[in-house]
């Protein structure tokens, strides 16, 4: 399945009339028609409403907001409503509230706050989904089903833990086969029962919190137990709506960059991806771009919903910046370039109470539509209209492709040394940072993706080593393509055991290196390596890597290891594989991802241009469009690289000629 | 009522006799004698002593105690000793203990141990109050009761939770009500039973600890139901004590800035207001007197006592200085230019053992009386004895006043976004800082006070704005006066609900601007804010004013909101409303503050000194005394602006006569 | 007893063949042989192989592992291991797991695991230590007996406040006595009843953790208490084991300054001592030097085991920085040096899995002999070889003593007030270090050794002073020695009461001064001290000292006490009495460390050489060896001071020879 179709680029966003008087919502669609929007998300929080005690559902709200929406010519994504629980559910079935990393069983409150592994919660929570099935499929308005909201969060109640035993048997078969797995010989921590085993948790092998934990097997296990228990509330959910609506696609809003979830698990059951960005405003525009390709690559580069952004402010941060004029058009073009056809906010119109009150709004307290941000969204609004149905079904032609594996992740980040200042996400990012301001187009896709579409393939701190990936690695340099993996890949199998061979394991072969050894140290020591004429900083970790075919094409300038190679190139055929074996900042990495993607001729032509981002996408019919997106508050000045018309302006612009992008300006060329 | 009469200042403090062999008592009183200390608050810990069981109680020791002081002719402040469980009553009725904010049923340890809401503790607390009063009403010793002490602490236990409940169906009435208060229906909410509702806690609505709440509401109302819940404790204890005693006046002593109870509920309850006073002793001067000023506000500007300051180091600061030569008298007489009509230690002798036998006392381990702090607090005494009772009863001819509100703090503090950064505390004692410094006499009153005796209110951060606060600030301006406000004011109504309406909610009138929306920053970005000649710096939130009648005063010098409002004037009739958009630093309130209080010749003689702090007190009979302070190691320079004579010295001074103030050094003038 | 005769000194470590097929044990004999590795730590973490349910024992791999030791001439140091429960005793009996200091009872996790006061517990473990010496006693390779493991942790549950109210009964045999030693009447806490106490925890006397206590008294009794316990488990297993073997030595591996667990408790059960040494690899020498000596004065002076380092890196800590070439070699000789009879890693080979997998080992994942750190392991065992037992049974001919007090370290750092930044360790590293660079051979002794050996008694931050101590430091000076205190010495009494007396107490009299008053202040605040011509930086805590007796060495520089003395020096007869009022930098300290060690002439030959460390051993024979090791990475060139022989390379220097240390180089001088 695919996004719902829609004539144009669905904009609106998450809606909640029930909190407010009628003749509020009178005011609400008034402004809505003001600001060309179309689309809204509606019912995530109204459990409470819609089934006011156990055995009373009341639609009436519901159904008078549907209606109205379709009267006013607008759709909706219709929401389960199951991510917060009513509270005489909490009351009544105590054990549908989680109990915590802490073992502390809580009580009613907040949101996201039910135990995956409670009967009692699954029982209601599907049964809600499959009333409102059967009560809305069919509607006018009901474009697409939004399936609970943000899933995440961990519980550690007995009823999760022999959840877990049973996933367990699934998983390893024999108490010998998860022994080994898990290593537990390792301080007498061989179980005779499946019952012996516990949920890993502050109370058992954890200590200083989630990443340090005695056992990573386990840990590791119960990371993806909880992706599988959460994805088990989803699926059922889904069965049940699937029930009486066998077509309206179904979604659920990620996050992005969410560590506690594998959404690759998760990839194959969603009908569309969607997802809620809220990049922290200082991160460099490549962070959003990185989880927007993420998402994109959860359904084989198939485009996707931005579910929530904000138009203004966050409110949950200890600091909330105001996004300044023009920030607001240029993130939402920008997740259109990566694959977004949606573009909805968080919220419509500002709660008047609770922690989300100061949350950035379509609609402020006063209820204006002359303040700068509704002015702002008004003019994307009309934008859209414009840009129409141009963007749609469009996918990214990428030759580029980074691995992102959770399972490295979750691996890296609870290891007991060398490091735990490494953090993955920030590794993944610098690489793909360089490439995209190189301007290459990047998939990040799992590690058991098809790699023959590709040229590169970036594999940074790659802990985990699967399958068989390590040979399909070797297929892309016999094709004659470049594979890059950096320190601390290859350290782990899938049960996060070391490999019984030298570092970096299955990889090892294709790097033409070996490694005996590794430092590591505080943060403000600066080793600096050697590329060419630049010299880099490295910091963090320092493997000392001894060549066996590999040709040094960086080295360490300081302590006993001043010298050796820091950064390796080895030749295999007509392809490459490149080994970086310290944390470089991002000038060194730029230099290293430049030299490879220039081998494959994927230096884009704005590459000069560091903040000006660029993003392809191939229409349906073959139509090929650029986007150009310029970060800086200053103007861009560029000469065309082909002639193009802007779809925003409609103005055309011959190859060699000078064109400007304004401060935070964007253009959506069609390259003819 | 007021403090209890007497003719001269009490000097003393807390006496633990009942921890020494009695051959130490005698020790005691002549130190005692030979530092001029006629006042002594007994009984604070002994309830372990006086009820050594349930069914027992023994007053051997306390009937001694008070004996010998009324024999040596000392009075005594005489505690119900309610504070500290006795370990017997925590084993025999462990509900008794506190369930923490971590939903952890305590056992016995520490003080400030007992859950108010347990009948168990309250049944034990009146009863050993009523024995007391029954036991010592009448005693010759008996000056004042003192009930409890330093009440504080929050209890979550189920116990509390029903006590909570039925509190909430006092307040809101009916469910329905509750639910608009709090805004249930966001985040599925709404209540159905009055059962469902849980204190809010770690375990329920709460993450991050108690200022990060998803439910604003609740966790205002728990503060209000605890602040409730103790005074109850209170008040119980004060029922008791007047079935015996119904002359001696009742206190308790207060904490000054203490976050987590609402003084001003409790205000109308206490006969005279009491406090203990540990400024961090590298604070300015003006946080100690703003505590002071606090308290004094209290019982509508009448006097209170200084129940407890150290008289040289406290133990429980992770670092703890020493107050050096001469900071000891300073801070006393600066008590007493507030309107201490009291000067009383914690402690007599130093404990021998357990977490305070480190903090200072008049008499050390060693029982010296040749010790420089014995010797200052001897100096101390005997200057009050020549003092006599000139200060007693007087009161403080403010005409500025600050409003100071819990709820506003709670607020504030809990609120999520714009900015955790912002303090309460830190924004109210900028201005009050600068109002004090400008040497105007400043009354801290509640929002509920009567404002027709000011010229000046200032109302920073007055986040919440509850009942006719906006109509009494308008009258203050329709009589030619000033109001300020800052930012961060007038968000939301008595629930934490925002207003529907343009920010500053119901003082946008006033202010005569409206504000759409607002930014904020880390701590080290700094706008500047260009004040006439003066550039001061701003920080943590920005918000953009959009005049409506009002003029400029500031305007921001970055971002793109350069140049528009950052304070505002707006002229009403004879009277002004300021308006100060971000949080402004030192320089840029004291330009603000001065500029209004010039305006109503309110800047002091002496207010070109900014380390001597001056205060303004009548006695009854019409005396005018003025305080002076000099908060500098170096001598102060000053030249009389009235003829005076000083009380301590018996110096007369001229007008324009040149005087000098000592390093440190305090002058008792009366104007004449 | 003393450690296990041994030819040379035991080379070697842990070794867990158990955990991996036994082809794999194969090439751990071939690399051992080739290491000179000639002992194996085995069976520390092997319970739940050993004992694989409640009523099985499985001694297979056991007897292979030791049959095959023996086979290739090796010994073993035999683990009794019942430092980590099996899941299925954790599973049966969940009292043996521990609850924690908030009130948790845990459930199966981790190691060190195990509630002390469980019998369940306490019967398993004898049993296994019994079982293992009824069928290994006599066995021909084992050498020792190794208890349990790094014993430490605490439990808080209701079996251990049984046993801790039993422990209380017999220290203070009375309720009375208790009360007055815990001064209970302060705070209302006077006990009626044993059944009242409770163990000092988060619930109870504790807040912000465990050095935060409302009564010193209580928790110091629950430190003794934890010691007592875990020692009682200890000497449950050793009775276990002599009932089998009587006259194996039998150890427990300690870990240096470890603040839990007062080893001087335990110092007189254990036949030898032995520890683990994981210095942070940032510290200067001279901590694991200090850990050394302190070990070494368990017994008398006797030699310990060096039980565990690690061969290249740690992997618990955030940053696992790498033992640089030659470090390993320098810290072994540097455990010989100060009395190591033994040099043992930890481990031999890198687990496959869990929290250690990445903890160096002697043998790495991949298997090989031609790492770096393998060859550097190898070149050590050859250096040993050739050394042979020439440093066996040697002593150190200390005239130095440090005074190391656990009972002033808890009593110091859970004080409150005046500085909770002063950290014991620190302080008396200070002094420590100032002595060794000096050239000083230094016995860390407990308060109760015989003080008679030493010409110099450094005595840093003794804050308790017990028993005779006073009079047994005050025979020091009348023997012409001299004594060395510092401020916050001389507080409290064995049960943390603070002496009725002048500072310093018991100590007051042999220091010839006087203390009323003490300053404390912020770490960045310096005090500079004047001491003849150095001008030192004294920080946190300021005494005012007024000499009775005393002579001035060095004054306060700044605040209200500049000119006042910071350091004095107290003449008695022949002796002196030093005292230094204030935390002094090292060269303040060094200063006057040498000048006491100067009047002895205990300054040393190299004392100019700041890297390079000596210390001297005296062979049962009376041979003299001057251990000389370069801690510097720049060779050190310097004059022989008498005729030697170095053991390692054969070579002979005559006195003022001049000779070279290599970097990081070590010499073992014969002396002639």
Same mark, same amino acid.
């Given at each position: 399945m695919t996004p719902p179709r829609t004539p144009k680029i669905p904009y609106g966003g998450d809606y909640n009339p029930e909190q407010w008087p009628e003749e509020v919502w009178d005011e609400d669609h008034r402004l809505f028609t003001r600001a060309g929007i179309d689309t809204l998300t509606v019912g995530v929080f109204s459990w409470s409403l819609t089934q006011p005690a156990e055995d009373t559902y009341d639609f009436t709200a519901l159904d008078r907001v549907l209606d109205r929406a379709a009267a006013e010519g607008r759709r909706v994504c219709l929401a389960t409503g199951t991510a917060a629980l009513p509270p005489w559910l909490a009351k009544r079935h105590p054990e549908v509230n989680r109990t915590d990393f802490e073992g502390r069983r809580h009580r009613y409150g907040q949101r996201h706050n039910f135990c995956p592994g409670s009967p009692a919660y699954r029982r209601a929570a599907t049964a809600l989904a499959g009333r409102l099935a059967e009560r809305y499929a069919g509607h006018p308005a009901v474009l697409a089903w939004h399936i609970n909201n943000e899933y995440g969060g961990v519980c550690y109640c007995d009823l999760c833990a022999d959840a877990f035993r049973a996933w367990l048997r699934e998983r390893h078969g024999t108490l010998d086969a998860l022994n080994d797995a898990w290593w537990t010989t390792f301080w007498s921590h061989r179980y005779t029962d499946w019952d012996q085993i516990e949920p890993p948790s502050a109370l058992t092998e954890h200590w200083r919190g989630p990443d340090h934990t005695a056992f990573q097997g386990i840990t590791l296990d119960y990371h993806r137990f909880t992706t599988d228990a959460l994805l088990g509330c989803f699926l059922a959910e889904k069965e049940a709506i699937r029930a009486h609506d066998p077509d309206t696609p179904v979604t659920t809003n990620f996050m992005g960059m969410f560590r506690p979830l594998d959404y690759h698990r998760w990839a194959p059951h969603l009908d569309f991806a969607s997802w809620d960005s809220y990049p922290p405003l200082d991160a460099p525009p490549t962070v959003a771009a990185l989880a927007h390709d993420l998402m994109r690559g959860l359904k084989d580069g198939a485009p996707f919903w931005l579910m929530e952004q904000t138009p203004s402010t966050t409110a949950c941060r200890d600091v909330n910046p105001l996004r300044r004029p023009g920030e607001l058009r240029l993130a939402t073009y920008q997740a259109i370039a990566h694959g977004a056809d949606a573009a909805l906010y968080f919220q419509m119109r500002a709660s008047r109470g609770a922690c989300e009150k100061y949350h950035g709004a379509v609609i402020g307290h006063a209820g204006r539509d002359d303040t700068r941000v509704f002015r702002e969204v008004a003019e994307v609004g009309e934008e859209l209209e414009t840009l129409g149905g141009a963007t749609l079904g469009a996918r990214t032609p990428a030759r580029t492709a980074l691995l992102f594996d959770w399972d490295s992740w979750w691996a890296l980040e609870m290891s007991d040394g060398p490091s735990r200042l490494v953090r993955y996400q920030e590794v993944a990012h610098t690489y793909y940072r360089a490439a995209r301001q190189a301007g290459a187009d990047v998939d990040v896709v799992p590690v058991t993706a098809d790699l023959t579409p590709y040229d590169v393939v970036l594999a940074p701190v790659l802990h985990m080593v699967k399958g068989d990936l390590a040979a399909r690695l070797e297929a892309v340099t016999a094709r004659g393509g470049t594979v890059l993996a950096t320190f601390l890949s290859g350290r782990v199998d899938e049960h996060d055991r070391a490999f019984l061979t030298d570092v970096p394991g299955p990889l090892a072969p294709l790097m033409g290196i070996r490694i005996d050894e590794w430092d590591a140290r505080q943060a403000e020591i600066v080793n600096p390596v050697h590329l060419g004429d630049l010299t880099a900083d490295a910091r963090l970790v320092f493997e000392i890597v001894r060549p066996r075919g590999a040709e040094p094409v960086g080295t360490y300038g *300081?302590?006993? $290891? *001043? =010298? %050796? &190679? *820091?950064v390796t190139r080895h030749r295999v055929g007509e392809g490459e594989a490149w080994y970086v074996a310290t944390a470089l900042d991002q000038p060194g990495v730029d230099h290293v991802v430049r030299r490879i993607l220039a081998r494959h001729d #994927?230096? =884009? &032509? $704005? *590459? =000069?241009? %560091?903040a000006v981002e660029t993003a392809t996408r191939v229409a349906p019919d073959g139509t090929r469009l650029l986007f150009l997106l310029n970060h800086a508050p200053e103007p861009a000045r560029l000469t065309a690289h082909a002639p193009a018309v802007d #779809? #925003? %302006?409609g103005e055309h612009t011959e190859r060699d000629e000078p064109f400007t992008l304004d401060p935070l300006g964007v253009a959506v060329l069609r390259l003819q």
């Amino acid at each position: 399945m695919t996004p719902p179709r829609t004539p144009k680029i669905p904009y609106g966003g998450d809606y909640n009339p029930e909190q407010w008087p009628e003749e509020v919502w009178d005011e609400d669609h008034r402004l809505f028609t003001r600001a060309g929007i179309d689309t809204l998300t509606v019912g995530v929080f109204s459990w409470s409403l819609t089934q006011p005690a156990e055995d009373t559902y009341d639609f009436t709200a519901l159904d008078r907001v549907l209606d109205r929406a379709a009267a006013e010519g607008r759709r909706v994504c219709l929401a389960t409503g199951t991510a917060a629980l009513p509270p005489w559910l909490a009351k009544r079935h105590p054990e549908v509230n989680r109990t915590d990393f802490e073992g502390r069983r809580h009580r009613y409150g907040q949101r996201h706050n039910f135990c995956p592994g409670s009967p009692a919660y699954r029982r209601a929570a599907t049964a809600l989904a499959g009333r409102l099935a059967e009560r809305y499929a069919g509607h006018p308005a009901v474009l697409a089903w939004h399936i609970n909201n943000e899933y995440g969060g961990v519980c550690y109640c007995d009823l999760c833990a022999d959840a877990f035993r049973a996933w367990l048997r699934e998983r390893h078969g024999t108490l010998d086969a998860l022994n080994d797995a898990w290593w537990t010989t390792f301080w007498s921590h061989r179980y005779t029962d499946w019952d012996q085993i516990e949920p890993p948790s502050a109370l058992t092998e954890h200590w200083r919190g989630p990443d340090h934990t005695a056992f990573q097997g386990i840990t590791l296990d119960y990371h993806r137990f909880t992706t599988d228990a959460l994805l088990g509330c989803f699926l059922a959910e889904k069965e049940a709506i699937r029930a009486h609506d066998p077509d309206t696609p179904v979604t659920t809003n990620f996050m992005g960059m969410f560590r506690p979830l594998d959404y690759h698990r998760w990839a194959p059951h969603l009908d569309f991806a969607s997802w809620d960005s809220y990049p922290p405003l200082d991160a460099p525009p490549t962070v959003a771009a990185l989880a927007h390709d993420l998402m994109r690559g959860l359904k084989d580069g198939a485009p996707f919903w931005l579910m929530e952004q904000t138009p203004s402010t966050t409110a949950c941060r200890d600091v909330n910046p105001l996004r300044r004029p023009g920030e607001l058009r240029l993130a939402t073009y920008q997740a259109i370039a990566h694959g977004a056809d949606a573009a909805l906010y968080f919220q419509m119109r500002a709660s008047r109470g609770a922690c989300e009150k100061y949350h950035g709004a379509v609609i402020g307290h006063a209820g204006r539509d002359d303040t700068r941000v509704f002015r702002e969204v008004a003019e994307v609004g009309e934008e859209l209209e414009t840009l129409g149905g141009a963007t749609l079904g469009a996918r990214t032609p990428a030759r580029t492709a980074l691995l992102f594996d959770w399972d490295s992740w979750w691996a890296l980040e609870m290891s007991d040394g060398p490091s735990r200042l490494v953090r993955y996400q920030e590794v993944a990012h610098t690489y793909y940072r360089a490439a995209r301001q190189a301007g290459a187009d990047v998939d990040v896709v799992p590690v058991t993706a098809d790699l023959t579409p590709y040229d590169v393939v970036l594999a940074p701190v790659l802990h985990m080593v699967k399958g068989d990936l390590a040979a399909r690695l070797e297929a892309v340099t016999a094709r004659g393509g470049t594979v890059l993996a950096t320190f601390l890949s290859g350290r782990v199998d899938e049960h996060d055991r070391a490999f019984l061979t030298d570092v970096p394991g299955p990889l090892a072969p294709l790097m033409g290196i070996r490694i005996d050894e590794w430092d590591a140290r505080q943060a403000e020591i600066v080793n600096p390596v050697h590329l060419g004429d630049l010299t880099a900083d490295a910091r963090l970790v320092f493997e000392i890597v001894r060549p066996r075919g590999a040709e040094p094409v960086g080295t360490y300038g *300081a302590d006993f $290891y *001043a =010298g %050796t &190679p *820091a950064v390796t190139r080895h030749r295999v055929g007509e392809g490459e594989a490149w080994y970086v074996a310290t944390a470089l900042d991002q000038p060194g990495v730029d230099h290293v991802v430049r030299r490879i993607l220039a081998r494959h001729d #994927l230096v =884009g &032509p $704005y *590459a =000069g241009h %560091t903040a000006v981002e660029t993003a392809t996408r191939v229409a349906p019919d073959g139509t090929r469009l650029l986007f150009l997106l310029n970060h800086a508050p200053e103007p861009a000045r560029l000469t065309a690289h082909a002639p193009a018309v802007d #779809l #925003l %302006t409609g103005e055309h612009t011959e190859r060699d000629e000078p064109f400007t992008l304004d401060p935070l300006g964007v253009a959506v060329l069609r390259l003819q």
